[in-house]
Each structure stands twice: as structure tokens, then as C-alpha cells.
């Protein structure tokens, strides 16, 4: 047995060709170990001398070229006896060489090895190979299946031995139809072929098998009837002399042959023209039998074939039933007519674009393996966007596995304005407009393309949406929330870091008619406006963002949404006993900083002066930043 080398190296163990690899894959489940054993793949290459691996590519065409002369061998056993002087003819000569080649596979069976299904290991033991060749049943059938009786009789005897045992015997071949059995087995698990013509194969192979042999019986019964002329084929009138069809057995074997296939497929699909009927009471029985058994083949071809149909369009079935729904929804609620449109579009875009998303598929796979996929598709679009410019290699990776595609119609909104900002979005294909609505009507302001974003103003100010986007063409865009992306921004603060400066430099070459629906940016752009000259200057771009921030009433809060801290206090510029309640909402809402350094130097930015001292609502002078909690109110003077 090829032992275990669990003790190898994983690279030495890993050293085989694509084509030996090519190989062992297409086994399908053969190879699957039992939980806790360890399966050496280097055991299947290794084996000992003169023995054949099963899943070897050229056992497997040797195993192809057999099934052709099974095929034949199912054909010709049956067909022999019922026509007995074909036995003795040119079919002769071919069923003696067929049989040299299933002796030839008899003794190649001594020399291939089996996989042993406790340990999932292959064995190339000649001894144990043979041992459980030899002991097994299908030894004793593929030799019986495989001698020449007649051909063994005439020899020891001088002559042919003119009875029907010879006949019987060769119906052994029929054991031979299990290979054909395997190889369909086979191909409906080999994603290289269609499972659908596949079985429509497999249901005509079995349809034709059925129509042969019950054709063959037939004739074979009336051709051992004691009076010819009380047989199904001898009460035949003959269309010539309008006499019976006694002497059917002298005329042509193949006349006979057509007769009983006519029989038989007439008979099998239940049309029944009455011109062969049965007369003596074995047909009768037979036919009695043979229709029975046609109910249960019947049955079965027309189940799988409903099967495959169905499969094929249930995904018409659903649409066609989504559609409706949506149809019946947006009339019982007397949606508009627009409106409608648009749900009717997506619904319809959904399903055609399932195949390509694939997200039934791909959710049972490893995240490995999707984040790999995700990087492949998409990874180039995402580097070139400008947020995300000279950010590190690993963040881009990280960030494009958890996002998701998306497709859009034509006309449709994927962001309204005003909306709560939960998510942004990366164009990868197709156009779509930024508009907005000022004095109940709609203006257009700019166009995106691919690897533009849209609604990142929203998401990272942690404001209402300010503008409306909505689909020129079909487009697919790349979705991620605003959970996922500040998850991922906050451990890296230098990536953060130069998150912001993109962000500050894109705002800053925004068009003037879309500054002005951002009340705050003119401000924000105005402290941003001397340029750092400095090696922090990335550290003060962030800085100087973390200092514009919200009032607890409302105002946007533009304080950076990747600190670290998740904190939130609220700053004031003034002695607590100073203000009044109307005072307390021109605080701002910032994230609290590391240090209390950091802290004055953020509410210098915001007020203007310098502080010197923390204190609190009560009155209480703060000394370390751990005291804090969410919404404090400090007051910095």
C-alpha cells in the first residue's frame, strides 16, 4: 500500500504537474479522505512497478474505447438470440475479437491499483490487488461474460451445437453494460460536458437498449412457436399474395429485425396500430409484460425530461412571478407611473445579471478565495480612484474585500439627496449624473465615470446626502458602508491620514455650483487655505479637519470619522459660569483627541485663542482625558 509521508515537507509534498493534478481533480469525490486521516498526495504518483493508477489518463481512454465495445456486445448478444443464423456469420468473427479485448482488460485488471475506501489510500500490492480481483463476484462475470462457448464447443466437438443454450449464454455480455452505467456517472459530475444533453443521451441510450431487446424477445418467440402461422409475425398477411407470413424464418434476418423494432416502438409509445397483434398466449403475456414495464419507462423518461425543462426555465418562472408581484404591488398602492418603471427595471436587471454576481455561489466558498476574486476584479478600479490614491497596497486589499457589486438600469436614483448617508459608491462601468433640486426644480452639476465615487461627502462629513446620483446607462458600481470603511481606516492611521488630504484636495477643486450646497465647506476650506510647509503636513490636514465639527443641534459634523478614539465630546470657548443655554449649542462636537495638547490645539483652531485649562460643567478642572465619557461638555479657557 502507498504509505502516508505526512513527515515530508508541504513543498516536496506539493511537487507534481498540472497534467497529474489535472488528473486527480477530475476524481470527484473518489478522493475525499475520512475525517481525521491524512492523505499524502504524493502516495498517488509513487507506485510500485507495472502498476496502473485508476484515474491514469490513458486507463481512462482504454475504459472509453471498451464502453464502444459494450455497446455492441449489449446489441449483438440479444439480437443473436433471437436470430440464430446471425450467430454463425460475420458476427462471429467480430464477437471473438470484441472478446480478445475484454480478456486483454481481465488481465490489465491484476495490474491497476484500487483505492482502499477506510484509508482512502491507493493500493499497489500485486498480491492484495489480485487477492481482491479474484475473490470478488465481478471476476467470475467478466470471465463467464468473456469465453467463446460456441466457438470452445466446436473445437472439443467438430460441430455446432444447433440448440439455444449457446444463445443464453451469451447474454452473460449484458453484464458488461455496468461500465456504460460508470460512464454516465461520470460525465453528469464532469463540469466540461452538459448535464443536460448528458442525460438526454443517457434517456435515449436506455429508450433504444428497451426497444431492441423487446423486439428481439418478441421475434424470439415466434421463431420457437411450434406453428409458424400462430405467431404474431406468421398471421402477417403479405401485401403481394394477400397470403400468411409463415415462412418468415427463411426470408431476410434483417426484414425480421424491422418488423420486431416496429412492434416494439409502436407498442412502446402506447399508439397500437393493431397490424401485429399477439395470437398465442405467450405473446400474450409478453405483451402484457412489456406494456406494464412501458409505464414505469414512461414515467421515468418523462420525469427526467420535465426535470431538465423545468431546471432550465425556472428562472424565467421567477422572474415572470417577481414581476407580477411588483406589477400588483405598484397598482393596489397606485404608485406613479415613474416609479414603477424603476421597479420594474430592477427586478429585471437583477435577473439577468444573477449569473454573473453569483452570490449563491460564491457564499458557500472560503473568504480566501473571495477576497482573491474581489481583487481580481476590481482591485484596479479601487487604486484608481482618488480617495484611495497612494494609500498602502494592504489597506486597497482589505477594502475591496468587503465590497460588493452592484448593478444599476438606466434612470435609476442610487442616491437620493437628503438621504441618511450609510453608504458610498465606486463606479466600475458605465455614467451617471450628480444632480441636485433648489427651488422644486432639478439641476445637473456634474458627470461621473469609471472609478468616480459618489456620496463620500455625505459619509465622511456625517451628513445628509447632499446631492441626488442617478444612472445615465446601465452601470455597476461598487458598494461599502460607512461601518466597514471607518472599521478598516481607524488601525491605520497613516492611510487615514492620507484618506484626508485626497478628500481636502478634492474639495477644494470642486465646482463653485456644488460647493454652495455644502453650507460649511467655504468655511472649512477657508482654515484649510495656507498651506502646510512642513513634514506633518498630513497630520495637520487631519488636525485642522477634526477642529470643524457639529453643534449638538444639527449643524454638519465635519470632524474626522477614522480617529481613533471613539469619544465624542463638546468644546466651548468659554467659562461655564459665562454661558446660558443658547450658548451651549454653539459648542462643537469633535472626537476626543489622545492628549490634552492635542485638545487645545483643536479648540484654538475651532475659537481662535489659546486655552490654558479644562474645565468642566460643574466646575471641575479636568487633568487626564480616561476621566471623560461620550457627550461631555468641556469648557477650554
Known amino acids: 500500500m502507498a504509505e502516508t509521508s505526512s513527515s515530508l515537507p508541504l513543498p516536496l509534498r506539493r511537487r507534481y504537474s498540472s497534467g497529474e493534478i489535472k488528473n486527480l481533480t477530475s476524481v470527484s469525490s473518489s478522493l ?16 510500485n512497478k507495472y502498476v496502473i493508477a485508476p484515474y491514469d489518463r490513458r486507463y481512462r481512454w482504454w475504459q472509453m474505447f471498451l464502453v464502444v465495445l459494450v455497446l455492441y456486445s449489449a446489441w449483438a448478444s440479444i439480437f443473436e438470440l433471437a436470430f440464430k443464423k446471425a450467430s454463425r456469420g460475420a458476427l462471429l468473427v467480430v464477437d471473438l475479437v470484441v472478446d480478445v479485448f475484454f480478456a486483454i482488460d481481465i488481465i490489465l485488471t491484476f495490474f491497476v491499483a484500487y483505492l482502499d475506501k477506510s484509508t482512502h489510500l491507493l493500493v499497489d500490492d500485486h498480491k492484495k490487488i489480485a487477492l481482491r480481483y479474484i475473490t470478488r463476484f465481478w471476476f467470475f462475470m467478466d470471465v463467464a461474460s468473456t469465453l467463446p462457448f460456441q466457438l470452445i464447443y466446436k473445437i472439443f466437438t467438430g460441430k455446432w451445437h444447433t440448440g439455444q443454450i449457446f444463445g443464453f449464454l451469451n447474454l452473460l455480455r449484458l453484464w458488461r453494460l455496468w461500465r456504460v452505467s460508470e460512464l454516465f456517472k ?23 437498449f428497451v426497444v431492441h431487446s423487446a423486439g428481439c424477445f418478441y421475434f424470439f418467440l ?10 404474431w409475425i406468421g398471421a402477417k398477411k403479405d401485401i403481394k399474395d394477400l397470403k400468411d407470413n409463415a415462412d418468415f424464418k427463411q426470408k431476410s434476418i434483417w426484414l425480421g429485425y424491422t418488423y420486431s423494432i416496429y412492434w416494439s416502438i409502436v407498442t412502446l409509445t402506447t399508439v397500437g396500430y393493431g397490424d401485429f397483434y399477439a395470437v398465442n398466449e405467450g405473446e400474450k403475456i409478453f405483451n402484457m409484460i412489456y406494456m406494464l414495464f412501458n409505464i414505469g419507462l414512461t414515467a421515468y423518461i418523462i420525469g427526467n425530461m420535465t426535470t431538465l425543462i423545468v431546471h432550465a426555465a425556472v428562472r424565467t418562472f421567477a422572474m415572470r412571478d417577481a414581476i407580477n408581484k411588483i406589477l400588483r404591488y405598484a397598482s393596489k398602492n397606485r404608485l406613479p407611473e415613474g416609479l414603477r418603471e424603476q421597479m420594474l427595471a430592477h427586478i429585471q436587471l437583477k435577473f439577468k445579471t444573477a449569473e454573473l454576481q453569483q452570490e449563491e455561489v460564491l457564499q458557500h466558498l472560503p473568504k480566501a478565495i473571495r477576497s482573491s476574486i474581489a481583487q481580481h476584479l476590481f482591485c484596479n478600479t479601487v487604486e484608481k480612484c482618488y480617495l484611495f490614491n497612494e494609500v498602502s497596497e494592504d489597506f486597497v486589499s482589505q477594502l475591496v474585500s468587503e465590497m460588493k457589486a452592484e448593478y444599476f438600469p438606466p434612470k435609476v436614483d442610487i442616491i437620493l439627496q437628503n438621504e441618511i ?11 451617471v449624473d450628480v444632480l441636485t433640486y433648489k427651488n422644486g426644480t432639478e439641476q445637473f452639476l456634474s458627470e461621473l465615470g469609471s472609478a468616480d465615487m459618489a456620496g463620500e461627502i455625505g459619509v465622511i462629513f456625517n451628513i445628509p446626502q447632499p446631492f441626488t446620483v442617478r444612472t445615465k446607462r446601465l ?26 488630504t485626497n478628500f481636502v484636495q478634492y474639495l477644494r477643486g470642486l465646482k463653485e455650483d456644488m460647493r454652495q450646497q455644502i453650507t460649511f465647506l467655504t468655511e472649512l476650506l477657508a482654515e484649510q487655505s495656507i498651506q502646510p510647509t512642513t513634514q506633518n503636513e498630513d ?15 444639527g449643524t454638519p459634523d465635519t470632524s474626522s470619522p477614522f480617529s481613533a478614539s471613539s469619544i465624542r465630546v463638546i468644546i466651548h470657548g468659554h467659562h ?9 449649542t454653539l459648542g462643537k462636537l469633535i472626537y476626543l483627541p489622545d492628549s490634552i495638547k492635542e485638545l487645545f490645539r483643536v479648540a484654538e483652531t475651532a475659537f481662535g485663542k489659546r486655552g490654558s485649562t479644562i474645565i468642566m460643567a460643574d466646575g471641575s478642572q479636568v487633568e487626564e482625558l480616561n476621566a471623560l465619557r461620550e457627550n461631555d461638555h468641556l469648557f477650554i479657557i
Not at 189 to 201: A, V
Not at 222 to 231: C, E, M, S
Not at 576 to 584: A, F, N, V, W
Open 475 to 500: 452601470s455597476q458600481v461598487l458598494r461599502i458602508s460607512h461601518h466597514h470603511f471607518k472599521q478598516m481606516v481607524q488601525p491605520n492611521s497613516k492611510d487615514g491620514k492620507i484618506i484626508i
Open 539 to 553: 497630520q495637520r490636514n487631519s488636525e485642522a479637519l477634526d477642529s470643524k465639527d457639529a453643534d449638538p443641534e
Open 421 to 431: 448617508p450609510t453608504d458610498f459608491y465606486i463606479l466600475v462601468s458605465g455614467a
Open 32 to 47: 475525499i479522505p475520512t475525517f481525521g486521516k491524512v492523505v499524502d498526495d504524493i502516495g498517488y504518483l509513487h507506485l
Open 186 to 208: 461520470r460525465l453528469e459530475k464532469d463540469t466540461r460536458f452538459s448535464y443536460f444533453w448528458t442525460r438526454i443521451l443517457k434517456l435515449i441510450c436506455v429508450t433504444v
Open 576 to 584: 461655564p459660569t459665562e454661558g446660558t443655554m443658547s450658548s451651549e
Open 222 to 231: 415466434a421463431a420457437h412457436h411450434k406453428i409458424p402461422a400462430h405467431t
